[in-house]
């Protein structure tokens, strides 16, 4: 993402955007997305239809969360410039975040009682995506989430095991990343995952073999 200029990052923010709407991952004015220029952020305005954003009327806001143009921003933005503010500290090139209310992943947090939204069922999860934290149900916008949130993401890259994702029950899961297109991959999968457990509750957890060969071989955040 750091390769694109402004106006490609609001090109990019309303592709994905209408991508997301048309395949059912937002609905009505539900989610957000944002991405960090060199000199502030676009992020996309409060009340806005993912599927229908104009390039023009980002909110944009400069490097102190002043906003500076556009339509009024998400009142979200305080919990992205503290995921920014955290992961960039682990993953400098984190450039993007996106949330949606995600349909399966919102009914997995609706019972949840666990510290994460799913175990590690299948591979691809725990390559593509890796551990996705609960956060104590908040208020829509609330800065007690964004605290959390970046409190959650330093203390999993503090223990070797750096997020992507977190999850605010009954409201959907955050994903960020070092471009929207890798970031919009890794909610599909995560959402997917969800829907597989949804299917199948009773699946077990890939053993601790399994998970150490998805660690040497790929990488994995596990």
Request: glycine content about 6%; overall charge neutral; some cysteine.
């Amino acid at each position: 993402m750091s390769a694109l200029n402004e106006s490609q990052a609001r090109d990019e923010i309303c592709r994905v955007g209408r991508s997301l709407f048309e395949r059912g991952y937002v609905h009505a004015t539900a989610g957000n997305i944002s991405v960090r220029l060199d000199d502030g952020f676009l992020i996309t305005p409060t009340d806005a239809c993912l599927g229908f954003l104009d390039p023009a009327r980002l909110a944009k806001l400069d490097l102190q969360g002043q906003q500076v143009s556009g339509d009024k921003a998400s009142k979200t933005m305080a919990l992205h410039r503290e995921i920014y503010a955290a992961a960039c500290e682990h993953d400098a090139h984190t450039r993007c975040v996106i949330h949606t209310h995600s349909t399966h992943c919102v009914a997995l947090s609706l019972n949840a009682t666990a510290a994460e939204l799913l175990p590690p069922i299948t591979p691809y999860f725990v390559m593509k995506v890796g551990h996705v934290p609960l956060v104590h149900y908040h208020r829509p916008g609330s800065p007690h989430a964004a605290k959390e949130v970046a409190q959650l993401i330093r203390s999993h890259a503090a223990q070797g095991t750096p997020i992507r994702a977190v999850m605010l029950p009954r409201l959907g899961p955050n994903v960020w990343h070092d471009s929207l297109a890798a970031a919009m991959a890794t909610l599909e999968e995560l959402e997917e995952t969800a829907r597989l457990m949804l299917l199948q509750p009773h699946t077990p957890a890939l053993n601790a073999t399994a998970l150490d060969e998805l660690r040497q071989t790929f990488g994995a955040r596990w």
